[in-house]
């Protein structure tokens, strides 16, 4: 079914990327750019699987200290108490607060995870030119790329607690090494969503080498 | 040639059908949203930008809680806790919220007023394609929704141990996350590219 359909590539055009015109491909390596609004034209992302999976492994590797590493300190009355992402969810738990249990749980252990797995799915169905489900695939990706922003909020939630609760011996609250890892893994996730391309999903009769 | 595009998505060809009023064109294969089209696209998306504008301003101005313990209270605005994040020797933090939820959201809407202004009065301002590149760029990264929730998340987590008072900036934050929300739905970029292409 697929030999008849014709895409911007197979028909030797381009489309830009931002203004979505569709340009005549010029001489293979020549930098060409939109004759309309003037971006570098590209008929797929450059790298897109291999700057992809750099950016997957490198989130991975950051995932681990961003789960280990305290997110927040509690300072009261001179005893410190040191979080991280996961006991703060458990502590949620026991004290009977589990919607916001369930909030962070779900944007802080769960999305990242989901993200990095389906990222991996996606590059390894495409490495491999599977013709599965390509639709599905391409919604799939639609997903990644939506909920990896819902991620930083506990970076924010850490923001607020440690300009309110500042009162010196009483009580203060300050942020943690973890949170740094955390916010890494969110902003790489969210670099390596941008940076794969969906039309590599339906790619499978021509090669890969972009 | 001009009513031909190719699918962001999945790059089919196929031809874009010409919508009168408003409506939504999808891919037929894929399933990606290919064209959206508002009625008077222009002067809603100026309108809810001059309006984001000033509801940003407000966000930004007043304290969006108070923290009050036995005699002690605390207010805080957005900068605040930006400013105790740097003082905590967390600066790459503090960099990162600075910019998802002030410098992007108010970069973005200033970006959409140096747009779509002129436009309105038939005049294409001076680098429009690279302006436009910026909101689209910028668009990922303005995180005042996932804010709000984090305000939330921080309220239900402080309520046991001090009594929280909401303020002013809070309601416009709330606010300004439905203003931005609507502006980037309403936003016919086919309309400004026709534009840009008809003066130039």
């Not at chain 1, 639709?135 to 924010?156: A, H, N, P, Q």
């Not at chain 2, 595009?5 to 874009?16: G, K, S």
């Not at chain 2, 046991?160 to 709330?174: D, E, N, Q, Y």
Request: aromatic content about 8%; glycine content about 4%.
């Amino acid at each position: 079914m697929n030999h008849a359909l014709k895409t911007a590539r197979n028909q030797g055009l381009i489309s830009c990327h931002s203004c979505h015109l569709l340009c005549r491909r010029g001489d293979a390596g020549a930098v060409m750019t939109c004759p309309r609004c003037g971006t570098r034209l590209h008929s797929r992302k450059p790298n897109s699987i291999h700057r992809t999976w750099a950016l997957v492994l490198a989130a991975m590797i950051f995932y681990i200290p961003a789960n280990v590493l305290p997110i927040t300190t509690v300072i009261s009355l001179g005893k410190g108490q040191s979080d991280t992402i996961m006991s703060g969810v458990i502590y949620f738990i026991y004290s009977g607060m589990w919607p916001i249990a369930l909030v962070i749980f779900v944007a802080s252990v769960f999305v990242p995870l989901l993200k990095l797995i389906l990222l991996c799915f996606l590059l390894i169905t495409v490495q491999r030119k599977s013709m599965w489900r390509q639709k599905d695939r391409t919604r799939l990706y639609r997903i990644t790329e939506i909920i990896g922003r819902w991620s930083m909020v506990d970076i924010f939630v850490v923001t607020i607690l440690v300009a309110l609760v500042n009162l010196g011996a009483l009580a203060s609250i300050q942020a943690g090494p973890g949170a740094v890892f955390f916010c890494a893994v969110v902003i790489i996730t969210m670099f390596a969503a941008m940076s794969f391309d969906p039309r590599l999903i339906w790619d499978t009769e021509e090669s890969i080498d972009e | 040639m001009q009513s031909l595009i190719a699918c962001h998505e999945c790059d089919l060809i196929q031809r874009l059908p010409h919508i009168h009023d408003a409506g939504t064109v999808q891919c037929i294969r894929c399933g990606a949203v290919l064209h959206q089209k508002k009625r008077n696209s222009i002067e809603r998306t100026l309108a809810l930008t001059v309006a984001g504008l000033i509801l940003f301003s407000l966000a930004n101005s007043f304290p969006f809680l108070a923290f009050k313990l036995e005699a002690q209270v605390r207010q805080t605005t957005l900068l605040t806790g930006i400013k105790e994040l740097h003082a905590q020797q967390m600066p790459e933090l503090a960099v990162i919220v600075l910019l998802t939820t002030v410098l992007v959201p108010l970069g973005q809407m200033l970006c959409m007023l140096y747009i779509l202004l002129p436009l309105k009065f038939n005049i294409v301002p001076l680098g429009l394609p690279r302006v436009f590149r910026w909101v689209r760029h910028l668009q990922p990264w303005s995180m005042m929704e996932v804010f709000m929730l984090g305000i939330l998340v921080s309220v239900v987590k402080l309520a046991k141990m001090a009594k929280i008072v909401p303020g002013i900036a809070l309601f416009s934050f709330l606010a300004l996350i439905f203003v931005l929300a609507a502006m980037s739905a309403s936003l016919d970029s086919h309309l400004v590219w026709e534009k840009w292409e008809e003066k130039r």
